[in-house]
């Protein structure tokens, strides 16, 4: 039986996404809870691993067991026996052959900035606390200029490993309620770091450190060393994954 | 000076407002951080002490200085100096005689319950987990039932050493919005317990154990042990304090 299940995740005290000896992650988290319940070792595979610090309202994985409680009870089973900062949404069985990460379309982020000058003590963990004035139009401008197909080369961590980097974007958008400000993204792939250093670089437009129009010539460098710095984990969210 | 401060707290990790020695407490590491900027060892008066565990969004507090930083970098000052669970939302010179217990007229306090089948990883620790059917209508008329000045012995902690038990409340309502329930109330005064033993009330009225007719006789009893029982302190928020 292959089971697809949907996450929401406090990325708060994890080493990310992926199994690490010796650290808290949630895929050691999930194998844990998944070993107890059903007595076996099984692979959780997510559509993607998320850093250290990031958190996830519907991150999705797929694992294979030989057999399992109906979908109710085992989800309830896994919630039970998983911490609370790690919670089970919705639990289905699927076809064999679905995998979360190779049959992903599409992921959506949303990054969140706190620009006010206090940050309540119940969000902090949400939130990059950034007090630096910012301009709301160049900004919107900048981020406008990612839309479509580029090589994200610039925007991606210096070590990464993926053979292309060319990605869609079909949300790019920055929008400010208040004193918060929220960077909304969906593609059809990211690179490692790529949302926190588009976020980054944003920032470096927003307080007038870069313009806007720059933007184009920064996608054309393919140069990691060309963009803005890698905005902190704890303000990034994996909204969704579609399939 | 006489500083009067508006401070919002995540209760989580604390051992409740009053300090302990050898526990994490919010008036602990308010002297702790007041005394590092000040260098003076002052004592901070909340207007009512909160539980372990019981969170604030705008908890007042004074304490005497001989002088001090100006009201906009005094509270910089001690927000740097503070965990990020504590925030100081507002600093203010008032006159010498203010006195944040003695002088508060009202206070509001909001219980928070999920009764939904998966609490979100970001909200756990600010929501009472109850998941049995609650019947609305015999909630709202038993929370009404409680409006105006009554004794409520009943719902005092049992160790309480208040010399009277007497308090009006002027607000004192449940409502629900999706798989959230909220207790909202407003008094001139509470007991140690009393909003949570009152919650752990209604939520036997809720599920049929109780009837809301019997809330005017367990007032007159004035008999904790006739109540129901205390609902845990995570759901517990102090919202305002009038003076």
Same mark, same amino acid.
Request: proline fraction near 4%.
């Given at each position: 039986?292959?089971?697809?299940?949907?996450?929401?995740? *406090?990325?708060? +005290?994890?080493?990310?996404?992926?199994?690490?000896?010796?650290? !808290?992650?949630?895929?050691?988290?999930?194998?844990?809870?998944?070993?107890?319940?059903?007595?076996?070792?099984?692979?959780?595979?997510?559509?993607?691993?998320?850093?250290?610090?990031? =958190?996830?309202?519907?991150?999705?994985?797929?694992? &294979?067991?030989?057999?399992?409680?109906? #979908? %109710?009870?085992?989800? +309830?089973?896994?919630?039970?026996?998983? #911490? $609370? !900062?790690?919670?089970?949404?919705?639990?289905?069985?699927?076809?064999? *052959?679905? &995998?979360?990460?190779? !049959?992903?379309?599409?992921?959506?982020?949303?990054?969140?900035?706190?620009?006010?000058?206090?940050?309540?003590?119940?969000?902090?963990?949400?939130?990059? =606390?950034?007090?630096? !004035?910012?301009?709301?139009?160049?900004?919107?401008?900048?981020?406008?200029?990612?839309?479509?197909? =580029? *090589?994200?080369?610039?925007? %991606? %961590?210096?070590?990464?490993?993926?053979?292309?980097?060319?990605?869609?974007?079909?949300?790019?958008?920055?929008?400010?309620?208040?004193?918060?400000?929220?960077?909304?993204?969906?593609? @059809?792939?990211?690179?490692? &770091?790529?949302?926190? @250093?588009?976020?980054?670089?944003?920032?470096?437009?927003?307080?007038?450190? +870069?313009?806007?129009?720059?933007?184009?010539?920064?996608?054309?460098?393919?140069?990691? $060393?060309?963009?803005? #710095?890698?905005? #902190?984990?704890?303000?990034?969210?994996?909204?969704?994954?579609?399939?």
């Amino acid at each position: 039986m292959n089971i697809k299940i949907t996450i929401a995740y *406090d990325g708060t +005290r994890f080493s990310g996404w992926q199994i690490q000896p010796g650290r !808290d992650t949630v895929q050691g988290a999930l194998l844990c809870a998944i070993q107890k319940i059903t007595g076996q070792k099984v692979d959780v595979l997510a559509s993607g691993r998320t850093d250290a610090g990031t =958190h996830a309202l519907a991150q999705v994985a797929n694992f &294979h067991v030989t057999s399992a409680p109906t #979908p %109710a009870s085992f989800r +309830r089973a896994l919630n039970g026996a998983l #911490p $609370r !900062d790690v919670r089970i949404r919705r639990l289905e069985i699927v076809d064999e *052959d679905f &995998h979360a990460r190779r !049959d992903a379309l599409r992921k959506s982020y949303r990054y969140q900035i706190y620009t006010g000058p206090v940050v309540s003590p119940f969000e902090y963990r949400y939130y990059y =606390h950034f007090t630096y !004035d910012l301009e709301m139009a160049p900004m919107i401008e900048a981020a406008r200029a990612l839309l479509g197909e =580029h *090589d994200f080369t610039s925007f %991606a %961590a210096a070590a990464t490993t993926a053979k292309s980097a060319v990605r869609t974007l079909y949300r790019s958008e920055v929008r400010k309620v208040g004193y918060r400000l929220f960077y909304q993204v969906e593609g @059809n792939g990211f690179l490692q &770091h790529m949302v926190r @250093n588009i976020v980054g670089t944003l920032l470096e437009v927003g307080t007038g450190k +870069r313009k806007p129009y720059s933007m184009a010539n920064l996608l054309k460098a393919r140069d990691r $060393r060309m963009a803005g #710095p890698t905005a #902190p984990s704890q303000g990034l969210f994996l909204v969704r994954v579609k399939y």
